[in-house]
């Protein structure tokens, strides 16, 4: 009798779980029906992944009248926000066969890809809860706008779970991974802190070493100077005229005196909580807490960029212990900080309650007593 009233209550839970999932998926459906459109066409971001890849190794790869000119030609129409290629060489040098390709087919071989990497995440992905992960991918605002605008921010949760997944077994392959996301490199500045803490000595290596052969497969594909003007394009974003639309602390101090201050002040109080919960937790709770302060410090950090935060924030959520931490991570996995959108300072939804989730974290984790804090997987005494 036990067994078969637990598996009805499995049964039943199942059910909820598929029908607040199919709720999602028509609420994301309604609201964001008018941007299928320009989805079905590849007006989005990838067409400065198709633009950049034919530009590689000229000097019109950055910002110039001739990327536009390029891209107006190739698709028909330009996006004045993407008037440069926003990555490194050496990415548009392996989007390149792409542009074998018309621009119609190249964008679905495009989203193909983009699917085989999500599909890749959920394969790989080491963690429990899988359930809760689908129901709430299913309600992310985040995952739906990647998708629609071709963002390649996807291929990032397959890099993701490749290090989560192997950073004990084959730290080379963890190392690759990593190595991998400097695809944005900006969102995994505090990457080192827990590499350091946890004394994943072999991960940072190869990490270290993906990272020169990238640099050094860039420099070879590129033009001279390609660092320096990326490096403009890092420092003058348009994102500067529109800093409302980020989600790490530009959006939280936009309008206050003495910003770039605060912005900097704030990053070195998130790198000491990092650091700080990194010595005390999991692998797991300590790269979960990097890539929270990861977008709170970043300069460039956007609505789709947190789709890297939905198996962080299912974890989060799993683990946790206070209400305070279950409460700033469901509102996060939930559509409702990214329905408003304040153009004041210190009143943007998502940094906001992110700040409050690492303070949340560390304030719970500075109550526990003992081995069993939030810890899942590997102690952070444990030698790599």
Same mark, same amino acid.
């Given at each position: 009798?036990?067994?078969?009233?637990?598996?009805?209550?499995?049964?039943?839970?199942?059910?909820?779980? #598929?029908?607040?999932?199919?709720?999602?998926?028509?609420?994301?459906?309604?609201?964001?029906?008018?941007?299928?459109?320009?989805? *079905?066409?590849?007006?989005?971001?990838?067409?400065?992944?198709?633009?950049? $890849?034919?530009?590689?190794?000229?000097?019109?790869?950055?910002?110039?009248?001739?990327? $536009?000119?390029?891209?107006?030609?190739?698709?028909?129409?330009?996006?004045?926000?993407?008037?440069?290629?926003?990555?490194?060489?050496?990415?548009?040098?392996?989007?390149?066969?792409?542009?074998?390709?018309?621009y119609a087919a190249a964008?679905?071989?495009?989203? /193909?890809?983009?699917?085989?990497? =999500?599909?890749?995440?959920?394969?790989? &992905?080491?963690?429990?809860?899988?359930?809760?992960?689908?129901?709430?991918?299913?309600? %992310?605002?985040?995952?739906?706008?990647? #998708?629609?605008? *071709?963002?390649?921010?996807?291929?990032l949760m397959l890099f993701?779970?490749?290090?989560?997944?192997?950073?004990?077994?084959?730290?080379?392959? $963890?190392?690759?991974?990593?190595?991998?996301?400097?695809?944005?490199?900006?969102?995994?500045?505090?990457?080192?802190?827990?590499? #350091? $803490?946890?004394?994943?000595?072999?991960?940072?290596?190869?990490?270290?070493?993906?990272?020169?052969?990238?640099? !050094?497969?860039?420099? /070879?594909?590129?033009?001279?100077? &390609?660092? +320096?003007?990326? #490096?403009?394009?890092?420092?003058?974003?348009?994102a500067a005229k529109q800093?409302?639309?980020?989600?790490?602390?530009?959006?939280?101090?936009?309008?206050?005196?003495?910003? !770039?201050? &605060?912005?900097?002040?704030?990053?070195?109080?998130?790198?000491?909580?990092?650091?700080?919960?990194?010595?005390?937790?999991?692998?797991?709770?300590?790269? %979960?807490?990097? =890539?929270?302060?990861?977008?709170?410090?970043?300069?460039?950090?956007?609505?789709?960029?947190?789709?890297?935060?939905?198996?962080?924030?299912?974890?989060?959520?799993?683990?946790?212990?206070?209400?305070?931490?279950?409460?700033?991570?469901?509102?996060?996995?939930?559509?409702?900080?990214?329905?408003? %959108?304040?153009?004041? +300072?210190?009143?943007?939804?998502?940094?906001?309650?992110?700040?409050?989730?690492?303070?949340?974290?560390?304030?719970?984790?500075?109550?526990?007593? *003992?081995?069993? /804090?939030?810890?899942?997987?590997?102690?952070?005494?444990?030698?790599?």
């Open positions: 009798m036990v067994r078969r009233r637990g598996s009805a209550l499995t049964a039943l839970n199942r059910t909820a779980a #598929i029908l607040i999932a199919l709720a999602g998926l028509v609420f994301l459906g309604f609201r964001f029906r008018s941007n299928f459109s320009d989805a *079905g066409r590849g007006m989005n971001d990838f067409m400065n992944v198709y633009t950049g $890849a034919r530009l590689v190794g000229t000097p019109d790869q950055f910002y110039s009248r001739k990327y $536009a000119e390029d891209e107006l030609t190739v698709t028909g129409w330009v996006l004045p926000a993407q008037l440069r290629y926003l990555r490194w060489p050496v990415f548009a040098f392996v989007s390149r066969p792409l542009t074998a390709l018309s964008y679905h071989v495009w989203q /193909a890809l983009l699917l085989a990497a =999500l599909l890749g995440f959920w394969w790989l &992905w080491p963690e429990p809860g899988r359930d809760a992960l689908l129901v709430a991918a299913c309600w %992310s605002i985040p995952l739906v706008t990647s #998708i629609l605008n *071709g963002k390649d921010v996807i291929f993701l779970a490749g290090l989560w997944r192997f950073h004990e077994s084959r730290p080379w392959l $963890a190392g690759l991974c990593l190595a991998l996301c400097a695809l944005k490199f900006n969102l995994f500045f505090l990457m080192p802190v827990v590499l #350091i $803490a946890q004394r994943k000595w072999r991960v940072a290596a190869w990490a270290a070493a993906g990272v020169l052969a990238l640099l !050094g497969i860039s420099t /070879a594909v590129s033009t001279d100077r &390609w660092i +320096p003007r990326f #490096i403009d394009f890092a420092l003058n974003d348009v800093p409302y639309t980020m989600s790490s602390f530009v959006a939280l101090f936009a309008g206050l005196p003495h910003a !770039g201050t &605060w912005e900097l002040a704030g990053g070195a109080v998130i790198a000491a909580m990092v650091a700080w919960l990194s010595l005390r937790g999991s692998f797991s709770f300590a790269l %979960s807490a990097a =890539l929270v302060g990861g977008f709170l410090t970043s300069h460039h950090a956007y609505l789709f960029d947190l789709l890297l935060l939905l198996p962080v924030l299912v974890v989060i959520l799993r683990t946790a212990a206070s209400t305070a931490v279950r409460l700033f991570a469901g509102l996060l996995l939930s559509p409702l900080p990214f329905l408003v %959108s304040p153009n004041a +300072p210190l009143l943007a939804p998502a940094p906001l309650l992110l700040l409050l989730l690492l303070i949340a974290l560390v304030m719970e984790h500075a109550t526990q007593t *003992g081995e069993g /804090a939030l810890s899942t997987g590997t102690p952070a005494s444990t030698l790599d």
